[in-house]
């Protein structure tokens, strides 16, 4: 039972474009959410979170959105970077910091 | 990734064979976990503890043992290794649930691989 899905296992944008990638969770007990972003052979370094109680969290060059009602989030990034390209995965936490993970898109940007 | 340390990074088992992984945390945080990675799986929970002396399951548990004696480390355990559990191991570890900085932390990973 997959509560936190990716489905889009790929995703090629141009340099200065904008980059979204997109997240879906079936648990409404999730209240917080975060996307992480992981180089080959690194571990997963935390990007950027937003609460529940919120519909947008922004960092710079990235944002967050979140739809409660369509249980759907996803994350802008403007403009896009070479340095970006990576893996990205979303993140929900329910309860005791069980942090549960999507499958990631890899996401690639060309120059 | 500064702070969380995994040790081995590589290692080739037998079937059948039994080893530990070590995770080691120098922040000081009360929670610690163990996912694995798979293509197409992303990253799942193992075992997780909210702090020293507790331990629970997580979403694929099976297959492994885990301690927390002390608050710093956190021990992965395979009593009898099975080519199934060939994959990247991941611990990780963040501070508390409703800290300002919630994030968690992961170590570089470990390759394990099953023959």
């Known amino acids: 039972d997959q509560q936190v899905k990716q489905n889009s296992p790929s995703l090629s944008v141009q340099e200065g474009r904008i980059s979204i990638l997109n997240c879906d969770y079936t648990?409404?007990?999730?209240?917080?959410f975060l996307w992480y972003k992981k180089y080959p052979a690194e571990g997963p370094t935390f990007l950027i979170s937003?609460?529940?109680?919120?519909d947008k969290n922004e960092d710079g060059r990235f944002t967050v959105f979140l739809n409660k009602s369509a249980k759907h989030l996803s994350l802008h990034i403007v403009p896009s970077q070479p340095g970006d390209s990576a893996v990205y995965f979303c993140a929900a936490i329910q309860g005791a910091q069980k942090l549960v993970f999507g499958q990631g898109t890899r996401l690639t940007i060309n120059p | 990734n500064a702070g969380v340390t995994q040790t081995p990074k590589f290692r080739v088992l037998k079937t059948g064979q039994s080893m530990t992984l070590l995770c080691a945390q120098d922040m000081n945080h009360e929670y610690m976990y163990w996912y694995r990675q798979d293509p197409g799986m992303g990253l799942r929970l193992i075992h997780y503890s909210v702090g020293e002396g507790t331990t629970a399951k997580g979403e694929v548990p099976d297959g492994y043992n885990v301690s927390r004696l002390k608050k710093q480390n956190f021990l992965l355990g395979l009593e009898s290794a099975a080519p199934s559990q060939t994959s990247v191991y991941f611990c990780?570890?963040?501070?508390?649930?409703?800290?300002?900085?919630?994030?968690?932390?992961f170590g570089e990973g470990s390759w394990l691989t099953v023959v």
């Open positions: 648990n409404s007990m999730f209240d917080y």
């Open positions: 990780a570890s963040s501070l508390d649930r409703r800290s300002s900085e919630n994030t968690i932390y």
């Open positions: 937003i609460s529940s109680i919120k």
